[in-house]
């Protein structure tokens, strides 16, 4: 079959191009397997990072139309017979070395920052740590991370704030705080909440879209957030702020906005915003605080709260409950499940919608 | 008409009622008859998540539990991080018989119905711009918005991460540019439409919130845009009220208004300024909608 790409090229100088490059493949062919044949036949100058060309080295991560991939994991058969033409660009949020290859120093300096190793802290252990795979089972996901930097390359909040450690570190952290064997968790929690750690987090979702291995990294980037709490590690405004959405819940039942600036950020900041917040009170958008306002039957909110309370599932046991029917759902098992092989599903390569019949507009 | 259970969540109630009340005008012009749920609380917005996950499963499922009480076959939302909390707890619940005991046990334990008939929670984009509601808004929007170029703008929530919301392609949606040319307006196109706004860290890192706000703003703006309107009300709140803040970080005035989805419809349905309410919004509305006066 016939397949086109655009490959954006770039060199030491900082000059790019967007350069068009047609050939014949076989039709099981991947991107990876794409570039290789333009640079075996048509440009050797052509620079891209592979190894293993089978999902487990990380090394292939790059852009397609926009959107981070791992190269050998997309497959170009549906792209092709569309006759669309996808652009493939190198990773964002890393400095471009030339063409598809990234400086991936600013990644590992981020990852060797969480200590991505076992920590025992104690007393050598006499015999084998033994673990019940249920425990095992609570970092399953973010085991699963093989370093590509996918989840980076779009990050939302590391664009605005670079230094932020990003999902990828995060979501390692994860691995090593869930781990029963290791004896730094605490210790670890405290170096997380720093001012470019866990509460940093965007909540923009892209990492967990991207992940190419389904890691889920905002997932491990709550989950860090709730073990935190639970462990009285709250001195972070997005802690703070975390935490008075419980109480607002239990007590009003919505939450009271007004209080929110204050409770998050302290009276004194409170004062320095007043200007804008006057801005806002004219417009409606601050509610008065007097009389509050609750929601009917706010009771059995406040019961629930004290109920759970006591069922030993704070911290990240409680966002681990949940996976199980999450993971059921996203890979097409029981009732309501979403087709694993449908839309939506990876790899997820462009394919042209058919066009629209003209709508009729408003008369 | 399709009966549905509507959540309105905590800002449709307090601090962007003007989403509310267009919401409730528009929906029986679009086949909605909106059950309101009242013994409801805030969703978590995902910091209860964050802060007490069990709590938050808890929450969202006596929220679920009341709509199918209602008998209704969907919860209605409105804003993007209600839907995209309850359809995770709902998820969570529908595919793990376990798990729903032990929290159907807590909701009897303290007054809340059994969460038993399974229900859809669906926002009000998806039931307006597919099936009965999408061919109601073709009629409904009669007035038209000839002449506006609309710069959607999504959020993420009701995006990503696909496999919890699942409506549409997250890298190609096209629901919001369908409902801009079904109401007359043009669709303004730009790449930062699929992005964050910022707003879940607009108080705890404020800068690195404004640094992601400016890039809808600034570029819809380039791009010749009217208006912004977004589906949800948080993306709603960081982009019109925190939109004065990138003035003192750029230098640049944009007074970009932003529009709640069910006001644009409202706009092009003709809904009277009492329920839009317009007076509401930090950045005036009016000035641009002028220009459908003029050519009206």
């Known amino acids: 079959?016939?397949?086109?790409?655009?490959?954006?090229?770039?060199?030491?100088?900082?000059?790019?191009?967007?350069?068009?490059?047609?050939?014949?493949?076989?039709?099981?062919?991947?991107?990876?397997?794409?570039?290789?044949?333009?640079?075996?036949?048509?440009?050797?100058s052509l620079a891209y990072r592979k190894s293993c060309r089978m999902m487990i080295c990380g090394s292939c991560g790059m852009r397609m139309d926009g959107a981070a991939v791992l190269a050998c994991k997309t497959r170009m058969y549906d792209i092709?017979?569309?006759?669309?033409?996808?652009?493939?660009?190198?990773?964002?949020?890393?400095?471009?070395?030339?063409?598809?290859?990234?400086?991936?120093?600013?990644?590992?300096?981020k990852f060797r920052a969480v200590d991505p190793y076992l920590r025992d802290e104690g007393p050598a252990p006499e015999q084998e740590h033994r673990i019940s795979q249920e425990r095992m089972n609570a970092i399953h996901k973010e085991s699963l991370c093989i370093n590509c930097g996918c989840c980076v390359s779009e990050c939302n909040a590391m664009e605005s704030s670079p230094e932020f450690l990003g999902p990828q570190a995060l979501a390692k952290a994860m691995r090593f705080v869930g781990d029963?064997?290791?004896?730094?968790?605490?210790?670890?929690?405290?170096?997380?909440?720093g001012e470019h750690g866990v509460w940093e987090c965007t909540r923009c979702y892209f990492c967990t879209e991207r992940c190419p291995k389904g890691v889920d990294p905002r997932d491990a980037i709550a989950k860090l957030g709730a073990e935190s709490i639970a462990q009285g590690i709250d001195r972070d405004l997005g802690a703070k702020h975390a935490k008075w959405f419980v109480t607002s819940a239990r007590t009003t039942g919505w939450l009271r906005e007004t209080e929110l600036v204050p409770?998050?950020?302290?009276?004194?900041?409170?004062?320095?915003?007043?200007r804008f917040a006057l801005e806002l009170r004219k417009h409606g958008k601050v509610p008065p605080p007097f009389p509050p306002h609750v929601a009917k039957d706010v009771r059995q909110s406040e019961l629930l709260h004290e109920l759970v309370s006591l069922q030993g599932r704070a911290g990240y046991a409680g966002i681990v409950q949940g996976e199980r029917g999450l993971e059921r759902h996203a890979l097409g098992v029981g009732e309501g499940a979403r087709d694993p092989y449908g839309p939506g599903s990876f790899p997820r390569p462009f394919v042209a919608p058919d066009p629209e019949p003209e709508e009729g507009a408003a008369a | 008409m399709k009966t549905v259970a509507y959540y309105k969540g905590c800002l449709a109630s307090l601090s962007a009622k003007e989403l509310d009340t267009s919401t409730q005008a528009l929906a029986p012009k679009v086949g909605l008859d909106l059950v309101e749920l009242e013994s409801v609380t805030c969703c978590g917005a995902g910091d209860i998540h964050e802060a007490e996950p069990d709590y938050y499963l808890h929450l969202n499922a006596r929220i679920l539990a009341w709509a199918s009480d209602t008998g209704a076959d969907t919860l209605l939302t409105v804003c993007n991080v209600c839907t995209l909390n309850l359809r995770q707890a709902n998820w969570q619940l529908l595919n793990d018989a376990e798990l729903r005991d032990r929290v159907n046990r807590n909701l009897e334990a303290v007054g809340v119905p059994p969460y038993e008939r399974d229900v859809d929670v669906r926002h009000l984009l998806w039931e307006v711009s597919e099936g009965d509601g999408w061919e109601r808004l073709k009629v409904a929007a009669h007035k038209g918005l000839k002449g506006l170029r609309v710069a959607p703008f999504y959020g993420c929530q009701i995006l990503r991460p696909s496999k919890v919301l699942g409506f549409e392609d997250p890298d190609r949606p096209s629901s919001l540019e369908r409902i801009i040319q079904a109401c007359g307006g043009e669709?303004?196109?730009y790449p930062a439409k699929l992005k964050c706004c910022g707003f879940p860290i607009i108080q705890a890192r404020e800068e690195t919130a404004l640094g992601e706000l400016v890039q809808p703003i600034e570029q819809a703006k380039d791009a010749g845009a009217d208006v912004m309107v977004t589906p949800c009300p948080l993306c709603h709140l960081s982009l019109d009220a925190w939109q004065s803040k990138l003035k003192a970080a750029t230098g640049r005035d944009y007074g970009l208004p932003v529009l709640h989805l069910s006001q644009l419809i409202g706009v092009a349905a003709g809904l009277p300024d009492s329920e839009l309410q317009f007076r509401r919004h930090v950045v005036p509305v009016e000035p641009a909608l002028e220009k459908l006066r003029f050519e009206a």
Do not use: C
């Open chain 1, 1 to 44: 079959m016939k397949v086109a790409l655009k490959i954006w090229r770039s060199g030491a100088g900082g000059d790019r191009a967007l350069r068009e490059y047609e050939l014949d493949a076989p039709e099981w062919v991947t991107l990876l397997d794409v570039l290789d044949l333009v640079k075996d036949k048509v440009d050797g």
């Open chain 1, 263 to 274: 409770k998050t950020q302290g009276v004194v900041e409170s004062i320095r915003q007043a």
């Open chain 1, 80 to 109: 092709a017979m569309s006759g669309h033409v996808p652009v493939i660009s190198p990773m964002g949020n890393l400095p471009v070395v030339k063409d598809l290859v990234v400086d991936m120093q600013p990644f590992w300096a």
């Open chain 1, 180 to 193: 029963p064997r290791d004896g730094a968790q605490h210790a670890r929690l405290e170096a997380l909440n």
């Open chain 2, 187 to 189: 669709a303004v196109d």
